[in-house]
Nanobody, 115 residues
């Protein structure tokens, strides 16, 4: 039905930048919300940033001023630009989309920030 493919994860030094992408394909008529979540070892999955179809934004306090979420509706793609990365940003990052009546997750991509 719907699949999400993530890319852009990797290893970066503290203070560096990384850009994640997530492309959705399948039976998609409209997407209400697109967002990014992350999960570090031993921690619960947490919301990082979300963007609604109307362009409304919401960021976790820990990433405000450093991360930027954006979307390309024509390509059904959501991006996460991560700047000034810190070691505590290290986690597996998952994209998520919410359609009317259903939600879908990407496969996850590892982001590791070294000091």
């Amino acid at each position: 039905q719907v699949q999400l493919v993530e890319s852009g994860g990797g290893l970066v030094q503290a203070g560096g930048s990384l850009r994640l992408s997530c492309a959705a394909s399948g039976s998609i008529f409209n997407i209400n919300i697109m967002g990014w979540y992350r999960q570090a070892p031993g921690k619960q999955r947490e919301s990082v940033a979300v963007i609604s179809s109307g362009g409304r934004l919401n960021y976790a306090d820990s990433v405000k001023g450093r991360f930027t979420i954006s979307r390309d509706n024509a390509k059904n793609t959501v991006y996460l630009q991560m700047n000034s990365l810190k070691p505590e940003d290290t986690a597996v990052y998952y994209c998520n989309i919410k359609l009317p009546g259903a939600g879908y997750w990407g496969q996850g991509t590892q982001v590791t920030v070294s000091s």
